[in-house]
Each structure stands twice: as structure tokens, then as C-alpha cells.
């Protein structure tokens, strides 16, 4: 069975970065497009970007110029470079992606951000 797992999370001040990782356990050209979301507490998940095949890149409003997401196909992995982090950016990051048509959800890795 195909498994998504993220890392790279952690508690930062705000203003700091942070780097999270995604990496599959298949070939990422199986998996179309490659996307994070947030979900905070009390508040419904949210999609902030995605990385398709042909090397297409989405963002979500709030987080463009931000964030910004990039691929390693060698490592299988999709990546998001968090910046200039807020306190309102608090919340459990998941990775996602379709294969064979079928969604895949990454267990999430926690970001905390301290004002």
C-alpha cells in the first residue's frame, strides 16, 4: 500500500522558517497532482498548494509568496518551504495525493508558531 510521510514540522517564533518534507513510498510519477493542507484547531482543512507532473505549481491565496512548494523526484518527495511564519499558520500540515484515481493522506506533522 502506497504511504505518504511527512516530516520537518516543529514549534518557531514567528518570522522563522521551516521546511516540511513529504515522501512517498512509490515513484511520485504514480501520484498527480502532490498537494499539502493545514488544518488548525477548530477550524476546517484548508488546501494551500500543489504540484502537478508536468511541473504545474498552485497556491492558495493566503500563503502565496509565502510558501512555496518544490519536487525531488530522485527521493520521491514534494516539499514545502514555510516563510516568514505567523502565529495564525499554526496547525497540523498533511501531505495528499492521487493515485489511480484514489486520494492518499499522510499521517500530518504539527506547526506551532510562537508570537
Known amino acids: 500500500q502506497v504511504q505518504l510521510v511527512e516530516s520537518g514540522g516543529g514549534s518557531v517564533q514567528a518570522g522563522e522558517s521551516l521546511r516540511l518534507s513529504c515522501v512517498a513510498s512509490t515513484t511520485i510519477y504514480t501520484i498527480n497532482p502532490m498537494a499539502w493542507y493545514r488544518q488548525a484547531p477548530g477550524k476546517q482543512r484548508e488546501w494551500l498548494a500543489a504540484?502537478?507532473?508536468?511541473?504545474?505549481?498552485k497556491y492558495a491565496d493566503s500563503v502565496k509568496g509565502r510558501f512555496s512548494i518544490s519536487r525531488d523526484r530522485t527521493k520521491n518527495a514534494v516539499y514545502l518551504q514555510l516563510n516568514n511564519l505567523k502565529p495564525e499558520d499554526t496547525a497540523n500540515y498533511t501531505c495528499h495525493g492521487i493515485i489511480r484515481s484514489s486520494p492518499l493522506w499522510g499521517q500530518g506533522t504539527q506547526v506551532t508558531v510562537f508570537s
Open positions: 504540484f502537478y507532473l508536468g511541473g504545474t505549481t
